[in-house]
């Protein structure tokens, strides 16, 4: 994500290096490597020059802090103008009313209905009753999709397939929430393939209609910066309350992202970025510009991980490590819990400086499946007793696992490595020789 943008941006404040202080002089060449650097992600020419005008114009005659060199600095005055221009700070969504009703916009393709499975199972996890309605009558097996979803996050989907008005579907899911206590009402509705007048006009009516709490507009953050002009179209019509962006795990040159505030003026709310459940986060400005910078983001990281992280399991396991009985089976829960974090170099992009360290090598999404194939080719009695896995064992394990003898062998192997050096850091802390 942004990677272009961020060695485009690196490569502008290198310039600075070395610079004894900035001057109107050094800091304009660097800003306008800066400006191109933005109008090359897709961002509006008129955003990106007013935001470097203001970089620019913060720069100027600031005098350099003894250890912070001229490029830190600038770096410094960048990673605040980014975070203002995409909104300062993060905006949450409004789920006051009973039910709060929360309506779902979007051109079709940007991940609308997918996002709201994924909006369901965020408010469900923060202990909320929530139903999904099946408001989009055109796009052939989108109430199936949405069934599908709902089943997937344990919440349920109102829908009346023979119906083909949106408004009535709509007002009749409301009243099914009211008397079932549903808390909140998330309703899909069918995607348009362009400003089309009359599918504009329908979910204008269903807006009327039900009056929701809150709405959302859904766009695709690889459209780029026809994403902004799609969004304006619908702002004017629909005046939505923020922005959800999708797909951001993917090679989005950042221009949607950095512009969208500035041009309809409604705050970016949510990202998504993969297809799971949990694929969702709320949106920080703030975050973002030290991810665009290659800077980081720790904390989004630390969230994203909690977001998997079973206590129950690791106290269990840590307890497994300490009587020196860790098994395969320990193995297999270990990898299934990395599956959950999502898109690894997302992931490792959260940790300051990654990006650049690993510029032109490429990360296997995939690495972990073979180790993944040949654990479950094993028995439940194999993984949890290695020892018994003999050598016509292993042959089987490897047919069943589309490997050879020689990776199981590896695989084996390494994990006796690893309960070896297990048995001496427990030795080495019961010795006190850690403390």
């Known amino acids: 994500m942004f990677q272009s943008l961020q060695e485009r ?6 310039s600075l290096s070395g610079k004894g202080r900035i001057t109107e002089l050094n800091v304009a060449a660097t800003v306008k490597e800066i400006r191109r650097a933005l109008v090359e992600a897709d961002v509006n020419y008129k955003v990106a020059k007013d935001v470097t005008d203001r970089i620019k114009d913060e720069a100027i005659g600031r005098k350099v ?18 975070a203002a221009l995409m909104g300062g700070q993060a905006v949450g969504i409004n789920i006051k009313g009973e039910p709060a009703i929360i309506l779902m916009s979007g051109l079709q393709g940007s991940g609308k209905t997918t996002f709201c499975g994924k909006l369901a199972h965020y408010l469900k996890k923060q202990n909320r009753n929530v ?8 796009r052939p097996a989108a109430i199936d ?3 599908v979803l709902g089943a997937n996050v344990g919440v349920d989907v109102y829908a009346e397939p023979d119906n083909k008005n949106a408004v009535e579907i709509a007002q009749n899911g409301i009243k099914h929430a009211k008397s079932n206590n549903k808390q909140i009402v998330i309703i899909d509705t069918a995607g348009r393939l362009a400003i089309d007048e009359q599918m504009m006009n329908e979910i204008a009516q269903v807006k009327q209609a039900i009056n929701p709490t809150e709405t959302l507009f859904v766009v695709d953050a690889m459209t780029g910066q026809d994403a902004v002009n799609t969004a304006k179209a619908f702002n004017d019509r629909l005046n939505f309350d923020g922005v959800v962006l999708t797909k951001l795990d993917g090679d989005t040159r950042g221009g949607a992202a950095l512009s969208i505030k500035a041009v309809v003026d409604k705050p970016i709310k949510f990202v ?3 297809e799971k459940p949990e694929d969702i986060d709320v949106f920080h400005p703030e975050r973002m510009a030290r991810r665009i910078l290659d800077m980081g983001d720790v904390v989004s990281l630390v969230e994203n991980l909690q977001k998997v992280f079973d206590e129950e399991e690791e106290k269990r396991l840590a307890a497994q490590i300490r ?14 819990q990395i599956k959950k974090m999502g898109n690894i170099k997302d992931m490792i992009g959260m940790i300051p400086g990654m990006s650049q360290m690993l510029k032109g090598k490429e990360i296997d999404e995939n690495a972990y499946k073979p180790t993944e194939a040949i654990l479950l080719s094993m028995t439940p009695k194999e993984r949890q007793q290695p020892a018994i896995i003999d050598a016509s064992r292993k042959k089987r394990i490897a ?10 062998n590896a695989l084996l192997k390494q994990f006796e490595e690893m309960k070896k050096f297990m048995k001496k ?11």
């Open 323 to 336: 009587k020196n009985q860790l098994n395969l089976e320990d193995f297999l829960g270990q990898i299934r």
């Open 399 to 408: 047919l069943g696992s589309g490997t050879t003898v020689d990776k199981v």
């Open 272 to 274: 998504g970025r993969g």
């Open 65 to 82: 802090l003894i250890d912070v060199n001229p490029g830190q600095l600038l770096v410094k005055i960048m990673e605040d103008e980014l």
């Open 9 to 14: 941006l690196n490569q502008a404040v290198k």
């Open 145 to 147: 999709q949405l069934k």
């Open 425 to 435: 850091m427990n030795q080495m802390q019961s010795s006190g020789k850690m403390r």
């Open 131 to 138: 139903l999904l309605v099946a408001c989009d009558i055109y």
